[in-house]
């Protein structure tokens, strides 16, 4: 398995961005898709972005499209979250996950989570 630590939430004014880092050790980080997902209180884990294991393709919930983008640096193990013109909606925490090889939407389908980090908007 591989091992995740998010790392970036915290609290900011509605309309102002965050950057979510998730550092992978113990596996070859470059064989596996990963994912962004989030949770509210209340509310299932839900999809927010994924990419492949080369980086080359990216794919986002209709949400958050346009707002947020990820990114993959397979040098430093570590796989971003951009996040800008946060609404208070985006209230929640944020995970990060691996899959062996092809990407998902699917929570069910990542076999590797990060413990989440909260991410707070106020309006």
């Known amino acids: 398995q591989v091992q995740l630590v998010e790392s970036g939430g915290g609290l900011v004014q509605a309309g102002g961005s965050l950057r979510l880092s998730c550092a992978a050790s113990g596996r070859t980080f470059s064989d596996y898709a990963m994912g962004w997902f989030r949770q509210a209180p209340g509310k299932e884990r839900e999809f927010v972005a994924a990419i492949t294991w080369s980086g080359y393709s990216t794919y986002y919930a209709d949400s958050v499209k346009g707002r947020f983008t990820i990114s993959r640096d397979n040098a430093k193990n570590t796989v971003y979250l951009q996040m800008t013109s946060l609404k208070p909606e985006d209230t929640a925490v944020y995970y990060c996950?691996?899959?062996?090889?092809?990407?998902?939407?699917?929570?069910?389908?990542?076999?590797?989570w990060g413990q989440g980090t909260q991410v707070t908007i106020s309006s």
């Open positions: 996950a691996a899959k062996f090889l092809s990407w998902s939407t699917r929570p069910s389908d990542f076999g590797s």
